[in-house]
């Protein structure tokens, strides 16, 4: 089963726009990733947020972590064609030290030249 | 520095079959993941290996089953294969701080997709 839901499932924008996808999940986590998918190849790592973290930066990307809500956002800034991909959130909720990272249903961004 | 590799890259199998898919881990990684991931679906959480042992485990049939070897890699085993298992199969590595575990990024190979007949 997924353990969280992106939001909106697909979105399509102009290149330079932003574009702002959403993560809901249910358990508690220890922390919260973001990852990127082009078309039917691996996933790359692109931000991890801490539990005890409220806002992470990185580059164009912007992440933000509400615990008590249960949810999350991931912001790119001046999109370009190239981020166009699957962006999936993950959380990892595995206790006695040991890490068991949950993927969402993602989100499918289209950036248009 | 080689990252996550697996092999094969693609296969077909028929129902019944039994199939083996291989991962190497990043340099340095100890922990490796198994992921299914269906068409248009996110990532579903197979299992974990460390030390050579299954530590945790996602909602997948016994038929579904695996080994890590000495050196950290990785197979997976499916017996019995249904339709139902045509999937993109991805394995990630990740590195833990001794007992600690301490949790981080995953590196994924490109997936060995599955197609059953």
């Known amino acids: 089963s997924q353990q969280g839901e992106e939001d909106p499932q697909a979105l399509s924008i102009q290149e330079g726009e932003n574009a702002t996808m959403n993560c809901s999940y249910k358990?508690?986590?220890?922390?919260l990733q973001w990852y990127r998918q082009n078309s039917g190849r691996g996933l790359v790592h692109l931000i991890l947020i801490r539990s005890n973290e409220r806002e992470k930066h990185s580059g164009r990307l912007r992440v933000t972590l509400d615990t008590s809500k249960k949810s999350s956002s991931l912001l790119i800034t001046a999109s370009r064609a190239a981020d166009t991909a699957s962006y999936f959130c993950?959380?990892?909720?595995?206790?006695?030290?040991?890490?068991?990272?949950?993927f969402g249903t993602g989100t499918k961004l289209q950036v248009i030249p | 520095d080689a990252g996550v590799t697996q092999s094969p890259t693609h296969l077909i199998k028929t129902r019944g079959q039994q199939v083996t898919l291989r991962c190497s881990p990043k340099?340095?990684?100890?922990?490796v993941s198994w992921y299914q991931q269906a068409l248009g679906q996110g990532p579903q959480f197979i299992f974990q290996?460390?030390?050579?042992?299954?530590?945790q485990r996602g909602n997948f049939p016994d038929r579904f089953s695996g080994h890590q070897f000495p050196n950290y890699s990785s197979e997976l085993n499916v017996n019995a294969l249904l339709l139902g298992d045509s999937a993109l199969y991805l394995c990630a590595s990740s590195a833990t701080d001794g007992l600690a575990g301490v949790p981080g990024e995953l590196f994924f190979g490109e997936g060995s997709r599955l197609t059953v007949l």
């Open positions: 290996y460390y030390e050579e042992e299954e530590r």
């Open positions: 358990t508690s986590i220890n922390n």
């Open positions: 993950a959380t990892d909720g595995g206790s006695g030290g040991y890490q068991k990272v949950t």
């Open positions: 340099s340095g990684h100890d922990t």
